[in-house]
Protein backbone atom coordinates (compact mmCIF):
# COMPACT_ATOMS: atom_id res chain seq x y z
CA UNK A 1 0.00 0.00 0.00
CA UNK A 2 0.66 3.57 -0.96
CA UNK A 3 0.16 6.83 1.23
CA UNK A 4 -0.44 9.38 -1.04
CA UNK A 5 -1.24 13.16 -0.42
CA UNK A 6 -3.78 14.12 -2.61
CA UNK A 7 -2.38 17.27 -4.69
CA UNK A 8 -5.20 16.77 -7.72
CA UNK A 9 -8.62 15.82 -8.32
CA UNK A 10 -9.62 17.40 -11.25
CA UNK A 11 -12.09 16.12 -14.72
CA UNK A 12 -10.75 14.26 -17.87
CA UNK A 13 -13.06 12.44 -20.74
CA UNK A 14 -14.33 9.31 -18.49
CA UNK A 15 -13.73 9.99 -14.80
CA UNK A 16 -11.00 12.00 -12.79
CA UNK A 17 -7.61 12.50 -12.72
CA UNK A 18 -6.03 12.43 -9.63
CA UNK A 19 -2.76 12.80 -8.56
CA UNK A 20 -0.46 13.27 -5.54
CA UNK A 21 3.27 12.78 -3.58
CA UNK A 22 4.05 9.58 -2.07
CA UNK A 23 3.83 10.83 2.17
CA UNK A 24 7.06 7.85 2.46
CA UNK A 25 9.23 8.95 -0.54
CA UNK A 26 8.50 12.12 -1.80
CA UNK A 27 7.86 10.87 -5.01
CA UNK A 28 5.05 12.32 -7.22
CA UNK A 29 2.44 9.82 -8.11
CA UNK A 30 -0.88 9.68 -10.59
CA UNK A 31 -2.86 6.53 -9.90
CA UNK A 32 -4.51 5.66 -13.14
CA UNK A 33 -6.86 3.06 -14.26
CA UNK A 34 -5.56 -0.03 -17.16
CA UNK A 35 -8.42 0.86 -18.64
CA UNK A 36 -8.95 4.47 -20.13
CA UNK A 37 -6.10 5.87 -17.31
CA UNK A 38 -8.70 7.74 -15.87
CA UNK A 39 -10.55 6.96 -11.97
CA UNK A 40 -13.95 6.69 -11.67
CA UNK A 41 -16.04 9.44 -10.45
CA UNK A 42 -17.30 7.06 -7.66
CA UNK A 43 -13.66 6.54 -6.67
CA UNK A 44 -12.11 10.26 -6.83
CA UNK A 45 -15.61 11.62 -6.15
CA UNK A 46 -15.36 10.53 -2.27
CA UNK A 47 -11.86 11.95 -1.72
CA UNK A 48 -10.90 15.64 -1.21
CA UNK A 49 -7.48 17.67 -1.82
CA UNK A 50 -4.97 17.30 1.43
CA UNK A 51 -6.27 14.06 2.24
CA UNK A 52 -3.57 11.18 2.82
CA UNK A 53 -5.62 8.41 1.09
CA UNK A 54 -4.28 4.65 0.84
CA UNK A 55 -4.00 3.40 -2.12
CA UNK A 56 -3.33 -0.42 -3.58
CA UNK A 57 -0.84 0.15 -6.57
CA UNK A 58 0.47 -2.27 -9.03
CA UNK A 59 4.02 -4.06 -9.62
CA UNK A 60 4.16 -3.03 -12.78
CA UNK A 61 5.20 0.03 -14.03
CA UNK A 62 3.20 1.88 -17.55
CA UNK A 63 6.18 3.20 -19.69
CA UNK A 64 3.16 5.93 -21.27
CA UNK A 65 4.06 8.83 -23.04
CA UNK A 66 5.76 11.77 -21.44
CA UNK A 67 3.89 11.24 -18.18
CA UNK A 68 6.72 9.06 -16.06
CA UNK A 69 4.35 9.75 -12.32
CA UNK A 70 1.49 7.48 -13.66
CA UNK A 71 0.98 3.86 -11.99
CA UNK A 72 -1.15 1.46 -12.17
CA UNK A 73 -3.81 1.08 -9.41
CA UNK A 74 -4.63 -2.54 -8.45
CA UNK A 75 -8.14 -1.95 -6.00
CA UNK A 76 -10.27 0.56 -5.94
CA UNK A 77 -10.30 0.04 -2.41
CA UNK A 78 -8.98 3.49 -1.06
CA UNK A 79 -8.84 4.29 2.22
CA UNK A 80 -8.62 7.85 3.57
CA UNK A 81 -6.26 7.61 6.78
CA UNK A 82 -6.09 11.45 7.87
CA UNK A 83 -5.72 14.59 5.85
CA UNK A 84 -2.87 17.39 6.35
CA UNK A 85 -2.20 21.54 6.84
CA UNK A 86 -1.07 23.26 3.34
CA UNK A 87 2.19 24.18 5.89
CA UNK A 88 3.01 20.59 5.33
CA UNK A 89 3.31 20.56 1.51
CA UNK A 90 5.50 23.56 1.43
CA UNK A 91 8.16 21.84 1.05
CA UNK A 92 7.57 20.03 -1.72
CA UNK A 93 7.40 23.22 -3.86
CA UNK A 94 9.64 23.03 -6.58
CA UNK A 95 12.26 25.72 -8.32
CA UNK A 96 9.79 27.63 -11.23
CA UNK A 97 12.13 28.84 -13.52
CA UNK A 98 11.08 26.60 -15.69
CA UNK A 99 7.82 24.80 -15.21
CA UNK A 100 7.70 21.28 -16.81
CA UNK A 101 10.11 21.73 -19.45
CA UNK A 102 9.54 24.94 -21.51
CA UNK A 103 9.01 28.64 -20.58
CA UNK A 104 5.07 28.72 -22.43
CA UNK A 105 2.30 27.20 -22.23
CA UNK A 106 2.81 23.71 -23.69
CA UNK A 107 6.05 21.41 -24.83
CA UNK A 108 6.51 19.79 -28.28
CA UNK A 109 6.21 16.34 -28.30
CA UNK A 110 9.74 16.61 -30.66
CA UNK A 111 11.30 18.18 -27.57
CA UNK A 112 10.03 15.56 -24.94
CA UNK A 113 11.35 12.41 -27.39
CA UNK A 114 14.87 13.52 -27.01
CA UNK A 115 14.93 13.59 -23.18
CA UNK A 116 15.65 9.99 -21.25
CA UNK A 117 12.10 8.11 -19.83
CA UNK A 118 13.44 9.24 -16.61
CA UNK A 119 13.43 12.39 -17.28
CA UNK A 120 10.40 12.81 -17.97
CA UNK A 121 8.35 15.45 -15.42
CA UNK A 122 4.24 15.95 -16.03
CA UNK A 123 3.50 17.03 -12.19
CA UNK A 124 5.13 19.86 -10.39
CA UNK A 125 3.68 22.07 -7.43
CA UNK A 126 5.03 25.64 -7.11
CA UNK A 127 4.17 28.53 -5.00
CA UNK A 128 2.66 31.70 -7.25
CA UNK A 129 0.70 34.96 -7.09
CA UNK A 130 -2.01 34.14 -9.06
CA UNK A 131 -4.98 35.87 -10.69
CA UNK A 132 -8.25 33.87 -12.52
CA UNK A 133 -9.85 35.31 -15.87
CA UNK A 134 -12.63 33.55 -17.06
CA UNK A 135 -11.71 31.94 -20.45
CA UNK A 136 -13.14 34.35 -23.34
CA UNK A 137 -13.60 31.41 -25.74
CA UNK A 138 -15.80 29.42 -23.29
CA UNK A 139 -18.59 30.47 -21.04
CA UNK A 140 -17.47 28.26 -17.68
CA UNK A 141 -13.86 28.03 -18.41
CA UNK A 142 -11.31 29.61 -16.15
CA UNK A 143 -7.54 30.53 -16.50
CA UNK A 144 -4.93 31.00 -13.90
CA UNK A 145 -2.58 33.51 -14.92
CA UNK A 146 0.52 34.32 -13.16
CA UNK A 147 4.76 34.63 -13.43
CA UNK A 148 6.91 31.85 -13.29
CA UNK A 149 10.21 32.21 -11.52
CA UNK A 150 12.00 33.69 -14.75
CA UNK A 151 9.33 36.12 -14.88
CA UNK A 152 7.27 34.56 -17.92
CA UNK A 153 3.37 35.05 -17.80
CA UNK A 154 1.66 32.14 -18.32
CA UNK A 155 -2.33 31.72 -18.66
CA UNK A 156 -3.29 27.92 -17.97
CA UNK A 157 -6.56 26.67 -18.39
CA UNK A 158 -8.01 25.54 -14.48
CA UNK A 159 -9.20 22.02 -14.27
CA UNK A 160 -9.33 22.01 -10.16
CA UNK A 161 -12.82 20.80 -9.61
CA UNK A 162 -13.18 22.46 -6.42
CA UNK A 163 -11.84 26.37 -8.01
CA UNK A 164 -13.68 25.70 -10.71
CA UNK A 165 -17.34 25.12 -8.54
CA UNK A 166 -15.82 28.33 -6.39
CA UNK A 167 -15.26 30.47 -9.53
CA UNK A 168 -18.60 29.82 -11.83
CA UNK A 169 -20.51 30.39 -8.96
CA UNK A 170 -18.83 33.73 -8.03
CA UNK A 171 -16.41 33.34 -5.42
CA UNK A 172 -13.08 34.63 -5.29
CA UNK A 173 -9.95 32.83 -4.91
CA UNK A 174 -6.77 34.67 -2.75
CA UNK A 175 -3.87 35.14 -5.36
CA UNK A 176 -1.50 33.50 -3.12
CA UNK A 177 -1.91 30.05 -3.63
CA UNK A 178 -0.11 26.46 -4.17
CA UNK A 179 -0.52 25.18 -7.75
CA UNK A 180 -0.21 21.51 -8.89
CA UNK A 181 0.55 21.82 -12.40
CA UNK A 182 0.14 18.86 -14.68
CA UNK A 183 1.10 18.03 -18.21
CA UNK A 184 -1.92 16.10 -20.46
CA UNK A 185 -0.24 13.77 -23.07
CA UNK A 186 -0.03 15.14 -26.76
CA UNK A 187 -3.67 16.56 -28.01
CA UNK A 188 -4.05 18.85 -31.31
CA UNK A 189 -7.37 20.58 -31.88
CA UNK A 190 -7.28 19.47 -35.88
CA UNK A 191 -5.01 17.65 -38.24
CA UNK A 192 -3.24 20.78 -39.67
CA UNK A 193 -2.21 21.88 -36.35
CA UNK A 194 0.97 19.57 -34.62
CA UNK A 195 0.60 17.57 -31.45
CA UNK A 196 1.42 19.61 -28.07
CA UNK A 197 1.14 18.68 -24.94
CA UNK A 198 -0.65 21.41 -22.52
CA UNK A 199 0.11 22.61 -19.07
CA UNK A 200 -3.27 22.82 -16.85
CA UNK A 201 -3.59 23.67 -13.27
CA UNK A 202 -5.28 20.49 -11.44
CA UNK A 203 -5.04 22.06 -8.03
CA UNK A 204 -5.02 25.57 -6.15
CA UNK A 205 -5.04 25.58 -2.65
CA UNK A 206 -5.70 29.03 -0.99
CA UNK A 207 -2.71 30.89 1.69
Known sequence: MSEIIILANSFKPGGRCVAGIDNSTGERIRPISRENRAIPNHVAGKIKLLELVEISLAADIPRDR??????????????????????????????????????????????????????????????ADVHFEKD????????????????????LKVECSE???KLNNGKKIVSNCMITISLAGPWTPDSSTPEQCYKLVAWVIEL
Open 163 to 165: SLA
Open 136 to 155: SWKRYHWRASFNDGAGKILK
Open 66 to 127: YQRENRFVESWDWKVINSVPPKYIRKYCEDDSIILHSNSDRVAPAILDKMPFKEWKSLQLIR
